[in-house]
């Protein structure tokens, strides 16, 4: 076999080829055949619809599932996912979302920065969620549906900010300037024909710009002052008062006891004089003269000197030492 | 077999000429195009998606854009008719209304935005002068009209604000953005351009500007600061006042209700006294003073009687009387 001349290698692929020749057409009709049943398919996702163009002309939308078109590039459709709600952040990028979200630590300030209505400064960030609801118009009336998007979002942003004070974009009308800036920002989709329906929007961190922070924190701590300021005046008061008043309640009972007493004694004295003197009446010479006498006789026993002198010796006096004696006794 | 053959590769043929000649073509939903035959534009733009023909080889198709396109302009240092300097970023809607004049005069988008260059930011820098910046950052009287209502509130008094936020404006953001539109849009049409939303997109101070309000606020707010604190110690001191004031109440009431209570029961000691002795007032006083002199005389008394007292007399006689 190796010693063939080459002619005859020649001659044999001829005579081969010749022999495919004959199928070449066939061949050739299959593989258009599998072309065309090939680009005739396409499948659109669960969360997708399909739009249909033939020829470029808006055709029909495609629910979800397996479909049929023209091939060649007649029919073309553009997958558009209408379930999914996207998500556009501004002033901050999340890098990774997860459990715990990794946010950006770059700072996008040209988007957060802005003026609010008392003509301050804040660094306002938010997120805007929305999803598409005519995916026909979302493709063919505005070139790009999320430049839009974000324009629109800034626009509207800003022009509320605008018309709120520092104090209401940091705390009190937070969830009003969400609740407006979903309604201006729909407004102004809807006049773009963007088809797509905003979702919900948030404000995330509100902060003054870095420089302002200290004084805002100040007025915090200003604000706690205060209030500890008046904690510990109530503190005070809370010290002193009831216990005033429970001592005021003492004194009022301890004069009442005083009173109780007073009264008690006056009258066992009333009624003990009352009854002496009922038994005085009956005899009151003979009772006077008895208190006397009895008097006399226990206060003259208790007397340490005793001088008993007729009338008529008035100069003794002078003889008494009255204070040595006492002295005496002091020794 | 040969013949059906023959057939398709003819139709295949013929088919093939007609596309790559030129004479189909398509216009998808996105697009409007111009026929020109020899640079020379022939017919009215179309618009209407689908398939349309023109004639091979001597007739070019230019295709525009039918979609709604964004123009974003540079930031623009503007002074305000109060002097403020600010950064001004517009961005505006537009799209192309008649293509044909489209390519005649601007040519291509790139053209189309320079000219809107132009057009928007002379009317934005027109409009932004001749207004106060306020009117430019505030779109409505909402903060004016709230701290008028909050003047009337005690609470809310003296709020921290600069005081030319408050002051009421007749133009707000929104009118100043169709004032814009309306000056530039009246000149798109020209270039075949409709002009169909003007806004303001960013509004900032220009750096120097920014550092001052930097400073305002934080004048503001240290302002603020200290108003909290003198309002904690007037509060305390208001507190502390009133503890003074209780404190002294209780205890003085107390005194006043406790003399009171011992008042009446000395009164009424002093009645049960004055009934009881007065029924013989000079029993009374014999008996009362015979009880002191037991009480005042003790151990170290030196008492000294003469024999003329009754207790005595009778050292002096034995007589009774």
């Given at each position: 076999?190796?010693?063939r001349k080459?002619e005859?290698v020649?001659?044999?692929?001829?005579?081969?080829?010749s022999?495919?020749?004959?199928y070449l057409?066939?061949?050739?009709?299959?593989?258009i055949?599998?072309?065309a049943?090939?680009?005739m398919?396409?499948?659109?996702?669960?969360?997708?619809?399909?739009?249909?163009?033939?020829?470029g002309?808006?055709?029909?939308?495609?629910s979800p599932?397996?479909h049929?078109?023209i091939?060649?590039?007649?029919d073309?459709?553009?997958?558009?996912?209408?379930?999914?709600?996207?998500?556009?952040?501004?002033?901050t990028?999340?890098?990774t979302?997860g459990?715990?979200?990794?946010?950006?630590?770059q700072?996008?300030?040209?988007e957060?920065?802005m003026l609010?209505?008392d003509?301050?400064?804040?660094?306002?960030?938010?997120?805007v969620q929305f999803?598409?609801i005519?995916?026909?118009?979302m493709?063919f009336?505005t070139?790009s549906?999320?430049?839009?998007?974000?324009n629109v979002?800034?626009?509207?942003?800003r022009?509320l900010v605008?018309?709120?004070?520092?104090?209401?974009?940091?705390t009190?009308?937070?969830?009003e300037?969400?609740?407006?800036?979903?309604?201006?920002?729909?407004?102004?989709l809807?006049?773009?024909n963007?088809g797509?329906?905003?979702?919900t929007?948030?404000?995330l961190?509100?902060n003054?710009?870095n420089k302002?922070?200290?004084?805002?924190?100040?007025?915090?701590?200003?604000?706690?002052?205060?209030?500890q300021a008046?904690?510990?005046?109530?503190?005070?008061?809370?010290?002193?008062?009831?216990k005033?008043?429970?001592?005021a309640?003492?004194?009022?009972?301890?004069?009442?006891g005083?009173s109780?007493d007073?009264?008690?004694r006056?009258k066992?004295?009333a009624?003990r004089f009352?009854?002496?003197?009922?038994?005085?009446?009956k005899?009151?010479?003979v009772?006077?003269?008895?208190i006397?006498i009895?008097t006399?006789?226990?206060?003259?026993?208790?007397?340490k000197?005793?001088?008993?002198i007729?009338?008529?010796?008035?100069?003794?006096?002078p003889?008494?030492?009255?204070?040595q004696?006492?002295?005496?006794e002091?020794? | 077999?040969?013949?059906?053959?023959?057939?398709i590769?003819?139709?295949v043929?013929?088919?093939a000429?007609?596309?790559?000649?030129?004479a189909i073509?398509t216009?998808?939903?996105?697009k409007?195009a111009?026929?020109?035959?020899f640079?020379?534009?022939?017919?009215?733009?179309?618009t209407?998606a689908?398939?349309?023909f023109?004639?091979p080889f001597?007739?070019?198709?230019h295709?525009?854009?039918?979609r709604?396109?964004?123009?974003d302009?540079d930031?623009?240092?503007?002074?305000?008719?109060?002097?403020?300097?600010?950064?001004?970023?517009?961005?505006?809607?537009?799209?192309i209304?008649?293509?044909?004049?489209?390519?005649?005069?601007?040519?291509n988008?790139?053209g189309?935005?320079?000219?809107?260059?132009?057009i928007?930011?002379?009317?934005t820098?027109?409009i932004?002068?001749?207004?106060?910046l306020?009117?430019?950052?505030r779109?409505?009287n909402?903060?004016?009209?709230?701290?008028?209502?909050?003047?009337?509130?005690?609470?809310?008094r003296?709020?921290?604000?600069?005081?030319?936020?408050?002051e009421p404006?007749?133009?707000?953001?929104e009118?100043?953005e169709?004032?814009?539109?309306?000056?530039?849009?009246?000149l798109?049409?020209q270039?075949g351009?409709?002009?169909v939303d003007?806004?303001?997109?960013?509004?900032n101070y220009?750096?120097?500007?920014?550092?001052?309000?930097?400073?305002r606020?934080?004048?503001?707010?240290n302002?603020?600061?200290e108003k909290?604190r003198s309002?904690?110690q007037?509060?305390?001191a208001?507190?502390?006042?009133?503890?003074?004031?209780?404190?002294?109440?209780i205890?003085?009431?107390a005194?006043?209700k406790a003399?009171?209570?011992?008042g009446?029961?000395?009164?009424q000691v002093?009645?049960?006294?004055?009934d009881a002795?007065?029924?013989?007032p000079?029993?009374?006083s014999?008996?009362k003073?015979?009880?002191?002199?037991?009480?005042?005389?003790?151990?170290?008394?030196?008492?000294?009687?003469t024999?003329?007292?009754?207790y005595?007399?009778?050292l002096k006689?034995?007589?009774?009387?």
């Open positions: 076999m190796d010693q080459p005859d020649i001659r044999e692929l001829k005579e081969h080829f022999s495919i020749a004959k057409p066939y061949i050739a009709a299959i593989l055949v599998v072309i049943v090939v680009g398919i396409y499948s659109i996702g669960p969360d997708e619809v399909g739009v249909v163009q033939r020829f002309k808006y055709h029909e939308i495609t599932g397996l049929v078109k091939p060649f590039g007649v073309k459709v553009t997958p558009v996912k209408v379930q999914r709600i996207f998500k556009e952040e501004f002033g990028r999340t890098v979302a459990i715990k979200t990794i946010y950006s630590k700072s996008y300030q040209d957060s920065l609010t209505g003509l301050n400064i804040l660094d306002v960030r938010w997120i999803r598409v005519d995916p026909a118009k493709l009336a070139r549906p999320i430049i839009n998007l974000r979002a800034e626009i509207v942003m022009r605008g018309d709120y004070t520092v104090d209401e974009v940091l009190t009308k937070r969830e300037i969400d609740a407006q800036a979903q309604l201006y920002m729909q407004e102004l809807n006049k773009y963007t797509l329906k905003i979702v929007v948030k404000l961190d509100v003054p710009p302002v922070k200290p004084a805002f924190n100040k007025v915090n701590e200003a604000k706690q002052e205060k209030e008046i904690n510990q005046a109530w503190e005070a008061y809370n010290k002193v008062i009831p005033a008043s429970g001592e309640e003492r004194t009022l009972r301890e004069a009442e005083y109780l007073k009264v008690n006056a066992g004295d009624d009352m009854a002496v003197l009922e038994e005085y009446r005899a009151p010479d009772t006077r003269k008895r006397y009895e006399m006789s226990e206060i003259i026993p208790m007397a000197q005793k001088y008993i007729a009338p008529e010796q008035t100069s003794i006096l003889l008494l030492n009255i204070g004696n006492v002295k005496g002091n020794k | 077999m040969r013949i059906l053959t023959g057939i590769v003819v139709i043929i013929i088919v000429i007609i596309f790559f000649s030129g073509y216009v998808p939903e996105t409007q111009v026929i020109t035959q640079g020379k534009p022939v017919g009215n733009a179309i209407k689908g398939l349309h023109k004639k001597i007739q070019d198709v295709f525009f854009d039918k709604l396109m964004e123009w302009g930031s623009n240092q503007i002074p305000t008719k109060d002097k403020k300097y600010i950064w001004v970023d517009t961005t505006a809607r537009w799209k209304a008649d293509s044909l004049k489209f390519l005649q005069t601007v040519n988008e790139q189309a935005h320079s000219r809107l260059d132009d928007i930011n002379s009317a820098r027109d932004i002068t001749s207004h106060l306020v009117e430019a950052v779109d409505s909402r903060i004016v009209n709230d701290a008028i209502e909050d003047n009337k509130n005690e609470d809310t003296d709020k921290v604000m600069a005081d030319q936020a408050l404006i007749s133009t707000g953001r009118q100043l169709k004032m814009i539109l309306k000056k530039a849009g009246h798109a049409p270039y351009i409709e002009l003007v806004r303001i997109k960013r509004l220009v750096a120097g500007v920014r550092e001052k309000v930097y400073d606020m934080i004048a503001e707010r302002r603020a600061a909290y309002e904690g007037g509060k305390k208001e507190i502390d006042g009133r503890r003074g004031k209780e404190l002294k109440s205890t003085s009431n005194y006043r003399q009171g209570i011992k009446k029961a000395d009164s002093t009645k049960i006294y004055a002795y007065g029924k013989d000079a029993f009374y014999f008996q003073t015979h009880e002191t002199y037991r009480k005042g005389i003790d151990k170290n008394s030196t008492l000294i009687l024999t003329n007292n009754d005595y007399k009778y006689s034995s007589k009774t009387e």
